[in-house]
Each structure stands twice: as structure tokens, then as C-alpha cells.
């Protein structure tokens, strides 16, 4: 089984407030701590925590940041062979103000090298055979779109940063993964609270792929393309101390389950298992699970609910 990642590396600055700012407000910070990060790069060391075969394709710069992000990702078990270095471009970063108690965040990201990812990088031998390709919006969509046409695998998308998305991409995608707001984005409606039924609906009406919606602490709601029952899955009991990255985190664990051959809805229950333990430490990376972390907490995972 193998697992390819196309996407964004980071170097992430993550503040400690009490409190989020807001719109013209400043607040000062309990602390500030440099961490790997990047939506890309974060869900390939999910991925490698949780299994062998994962590779990234990338970029980087010339700079200490990059040499960081290099590390820390083989240190995970993935492989960079395809991470390009990308000489008078800095390597991506993103600033987190991070919520203390509630673990809730506020990101910026500036792309830097991600946005120097050409289409011909994602022409490469770890693509085209990749059993699950994972994908994201911090680099160049036609870059993304690039990978999806090239690959031979299982497509997986997660359409952020929210921004409108091409049919021809939409096509080549075999599971769409938005949050709520990213899903009211890509449908066109208001962002607000909406039922499972009412995101099933909106799901449907966005893409004829599946769809897995991320809810945060309730969960996920799994819409098979087929038509099949739209399941709520709920996630174990944890105490969180930071969000940040735990989307990515169930994005790496649905792509590891997906090239094992689970079945989505059973992927989809092991995702949000591990995204959970993924929020008990800090950062984007602090609390990735290993493989034995996530099956020993299964049993506690609810059964998911059919929403009728």
C-alpha cells in the first residue's frame, strides 16, 4: 500500500493566547513556539505515523525552515525524495494564535515556496502508482489538478483554503473532505449550523464523488457516492488542548485506512479516532497517534448513527 501526499510545507509559529483577537484587536501571547506544519506536510506525518509507503511532493527553500521541515517529516517515516528545494523563495510558514482551554485557532499562512509547486513536479513515479493520493488548495490548483489527472490511486481532496473549485478537478475526485464552512463555500450558500440532513443535502448538490464532512468535536458525516445512507460518525471522548492540524491528522489516517483497503465508512471511523488523539498536545504534530494509539481507542468509538 502506498499513500502520496501533493501539497504545502510550513513552518508554523504557533502563539499560546488567552483568548482569540478580534478584527482590529490586539492581545498578548502567553508564549510562542516554532513547529513543522503546512496542510500538505502535516497530513503525510499523520499518514507516516500510522503506517509504511508514504511519500510527499513538495517544495521547500533553501533555508533553515526547509531543512526543519525535511526533518521533521522523515523523522515520521516519510519519504522526501520528491521535496524540492527552491533556491530565493523562503519556505512557507503560517502564524497560529492558539486559544488556551479550548485549543481553538486563528490561521495565516504565507506560501512562500508552496507557490513555486509546478504541475510537472507532480509528475512522478510516486503519483502515478500512489494506491491514495491526498490533496489540498495551499499550492497552485493546477498543480492539484496536475496530480489528480496523473495518478492512478484513490483521489482525496480537502478543499482548503476555501476558493471555487474547476468541474474538471471535481471529476477526478473520488472523496471530497470540507468542513462545514468549506462545504457552504463550495456550494454557494451562507455559512451557519445545519443539520446532518441539511449537509448531506448540500454534499449531494456539490460534488457526485463521496463526501466526508469534518465536524470538529461532533465528528464526521460520511455521503457515499452511491447513494448509500449518510452515517454520523461521532468521535471518542478526549480532553483537547489544541486543534490545530487535527484535520489534517484525519485526512493522513482516512488516506492510510483507504490504501489498507478499509471501506469508507470504516476509514472514516478510524480517521476520527485519530484525529481526536491528535488534539491532546500541542501544535499541528504535538499528539499524532501511532496505529496501536488509534486501535486500542476504537473500542470506545461510537457506532455511527444513519441519518435518515
Known sequence: MSVTVVGSLNEDVLVAVDRLPGRGETVIGRS?????????????????????????VGRVGTDPAGDRQLAALADSGVNVGRVQRTPGVPTGSATIPVEHGSGENLIVVVPGANGELRPEDADVESVHRARVLLLQ???????????????RGTVVLTPAPSQPLPAELLDRVDVLVP???EL???????????SPAGLAELARAV?????????GARGALVVPAD???VLLQSPPPVTAVDTTGAGDCFSGALGQALAAGS???DAVRYAVTAAALSTSGPGARGALPTDDDVRAL???VPAPRSIG
Open 32 to 56: 510562542a513556539v516554532l513547529a513543522p506544519g503546512g496542510k500538505g506536510a502535516n497530513q503525510a506525518a499523520a499518514a507516516g505515523r500510522l503506517g509504511r509507503g508514504v511519500h510527499m
Open 137 to 151: 488548495l495551499e499550492v497552485p490548483l493546477d498543480t492539484v489538478l496536475a496530480a489528480a489527472t496523473a495518478t
Open 179 to 181: 468542513n462545514e464552512h
Open 184 to 194: 457552504a463555500a463550495l456550494a454557494g450558500v451562507p455559512a451557519g449550523e445545519r
Open 207 to 215: 460534488a457526485s464523488s463521496s463526501v466526508v464532512v469534518t465536524l
Open 227 to 229: 447513494g448509500g445512507p
Open 263 to 265: 471501506s469508507l465508512a
Open 298 to 300: 476504537l473500542p470506545r
